[in-house]
C-alpha cells in the first residue's frame, strides 16, 4: 500500500501548518484556560478552505478524500485538539449522509456547508448507550408522512453550536430499528442540554442534545429504516482513522517539544537530552510516532480506495491514541516539574490526549474489533 503523499497533499499539508502556526497556536492555551468556542479561529480555517474536505465536487465541494482529512487533523491538532475537533465532529456529522444519503439530500443538506461556516454534529451516544450503542433508546415514532423523535443524546461534539445533526434513534426499541435522521437546528422540539466541563479538549463543544417531538420530515431519513447502526458504523470506520491522525498529531508536538526541551535544559553540567535515560525515552517516543503514522495514512488510504477496514482503522485509532497518551506523558517527564506547570505547552497536550483512547469507540473496543476482524478472518 502506498502511503507516500502527492504533491497536492503536501501542499495541503504546508497550508494547514501554516493556519495551526499563525491562528492556531497562538491562541490554543486563551481558549483552553477560557473554554470559549473559538469561533474567529474557525472562521479563518474555514476561509483558508480546510473545513469539510469530503463534501463531493457535484455539490460544490472539493470532494477530498480521508488521506487529506487526516493530513489538515494531523496539522491542526498539533496545534490544538480542541480546535482541531470541531473540524472532525463536522465531518462525522456529515458521513451518514456522505455515505447513505440520496443526491437530493447531499444536495439540500451538505450544499450550504460549502458556501459558509457551518457546524454539525454526529448524534449516537446516550447516557445508557456508550460503548454498547445498539442499546440506544432515543424513539422515532411514525407519523403521517414522517416521524416524531423524543430521547437525550449525550456527550454529542459540536452539540451546542450545530447547523445539522444527525440522529439515530430505534423505531421498536431493537438494535434493528435503529434509523439515521437529519435534523437542521431550530426544529421545534431540539434543544441544547448541559455543556460538558473537560479534562482537556476545551476548545470544543461537548452537549446534551435533547429531543422532545422533534418532527422529521421523510425526506431527512438518511438510509432505509432499520438501517442506522450500519451507517453509524461505517461511518465511525471512516472516522477513527482521522481520529487517529489528530492523536498523531499531538504526539508529534509533544516529541518536538520535549526534543527543544531536552536539548536547551542542563543539569550536571550538560543538556539533558544527552543523559542516556533521556535518550532512551526520546527514541520510544520517536518509534511510536512514526508507527502512528503508519498505521493511520494506511487506514485513510484504504477509505480512500474504498476498502474501509475495521482491522486497519482500529488499529490506527487505538495505537495512535496510545501513542498520544504516552509520548505525551514522557514530554511531561522530560519536562521535569515544569511540564506539570500550566505556563508550558506539554501539560495541554497531556489532558487533551486522554479523550483519544475514549471516543469513537474506546481502546479497549477497538482492541475487541481487531481481534474479532482476525478471528473472522481465519473462517
Ligand atoms: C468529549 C467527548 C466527545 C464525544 N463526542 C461524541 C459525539 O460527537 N457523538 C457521539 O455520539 N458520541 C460522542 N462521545 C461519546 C463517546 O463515543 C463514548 O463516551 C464512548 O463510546 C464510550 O462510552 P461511555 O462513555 O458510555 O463508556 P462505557 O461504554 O460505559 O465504558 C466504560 C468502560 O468500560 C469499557 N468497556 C465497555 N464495553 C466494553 C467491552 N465490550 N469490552 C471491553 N471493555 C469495555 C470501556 O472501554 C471503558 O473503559 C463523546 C464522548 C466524549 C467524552
Known amino acids: 500500500m502506498d502511503v507516500h503523499p502527492t504533491e497536492d497533499q503536501e501542499e495541503l499539508r504546508r497550508l494547514a501548518r501554516r493556519v495551526a502556526d499563525q491562528e ?16 474567529p479561529v474557525l472562521e479563518r480555517i474555514h476561509a483558508a478552505g480546510l473545513f469539510d474536505l469530503q463534501i463531493p465536487e457535484r455539490v460544490g465541494g472539493s470532494g477530498l478524500s480521508s ?6 487533523q494531523e496539522e491542526l491538532a498539533a496545534g490544538c485538539a480542541g480546535i482541531a475537533l470541531t473540524l472532525l ?3 462525522l456529522g456529515m458521513t451518514p449522509i456522505l455515505i447513505a444519503g440520496g443526491e437530493e439530500q447531499k444536495e439540500r443538506l451538505l450544499r450550504p456547508f460549502t458556501a459558509a461556516l457551518r457546524f454539525a454534529a454526529f448524534g449516537l451516544t446516550e447516557a445508557e448507550a456508550g460503548s454498547d450503542a445498539r ?33 439515530f434513534a430505534t423505531l421498536d426499541g431493537t438494535p434493528e430499528g435503529i434509523t439515521c435522521f437529519a435534523v437542521e437546528k431550530g426544529a421545534p422540539g431540539l434543544s441544547v442540554g448541559r455543556e460538558e466541563r473537560k479534562l482537556g479538549i476545551r476548545a470544543s463543544n461537548t452537549t446534551e442534545v435533547v429531543l422532545e417531538g422533534v418532527r422529521v420530515p421523510i425526506a431527512d431519513r438518511i438510509g432505509q429504516e432499520g438501517e442506522g447502526y450500519r ?3 461505517r461511518t465511525l470506520l471512516r472516522s477513527r482513522a482521522t481520529i487517529g491522525a489528530a492523536a498523531l498529531g499531538i ?14 535544559r542542563e543539569q550536571f553540567g550538560q543538556p539533558i537530552a544527552t543523559l542516556g535515560a533521556i535518550e532512551q525515552m526520546l527514541g520510544e517516543m520517536a518509534m511510536r510516532v512514526e508507527a502512528a503514522r ?21 488499529m490506527a485509532k487505538a495505537y495512535a491514541a496510545d501513542a498520544a497518551m504516552f509520548v505525551a506523558g514522557e514530554a511531561v517527564q522530560i519536562f521535569g516539574g515544569y511540564g506539570y506547570m500550566e505556563d508550558y505547552p506539554v501539560e495541554k497536550l497531556y489532558r487533551d490526549a486522554k479523550i483519544y483512547q475514549i471516543f469513537e469507540g474506546t481502546n479497549q ?11 473472522k478472518d481465519r473462517g
Do not use: W
Not at 488521506?67 to 489538515?72: K, L, R, S, T
Not at 459540536?158 to 440522529?167: C, H, K, R, S
Not at 509533544?254 to 526534543?259: D, E, N, P, R, V
Not at 503508519?294 to 482500529?314: F, N, T
Open 365 to 375: 473496543v477497538q482492541r475487541m474489533v481487531i481481534a474479532r476482524a482476525l478471528v
Open 251 to 264: 504526539a508529534r508536538e509533544a516529541l518536538s517539544c520535549a526534543l527543544d526541551y531536552a536539548a536547551r
Open 135 to 167: 442499546a440506544l433508546q432515543a424513539r422515532a415514532h411514525r407519523d403521517g408522512d414522517g416521524y416524531v423523535l423524543e430521547g437525550r443524546k449525550r456527550f454529542i461534539t459540536n452539540g451546542g453550536v450545530a447547523d445539522l445533526y444527525t440522529i
Open 294 to 314: 503508519l498505521l493511520v495514512y494506511q487506514a485513510a488510504q484504504r477509505i480512500a480506495e474504498g476498502e474501509a477496514s475495521p482491522l486497519y482503522s482500529s
Open 67 to 72: 488521506v487529506e482529512d487526516c493530513i489538515v
Open 231 to 233: 451507517i453509524a458504523l
Open 24 to 39: 492556531i497556536r497562538p491562541v490554543a492555551a486563551a481558549y483552553d484556560r477560557s473554554r470559549e468556542f473559538p469561533r
Open 89 to 91: 465532529a463536522n465531518t
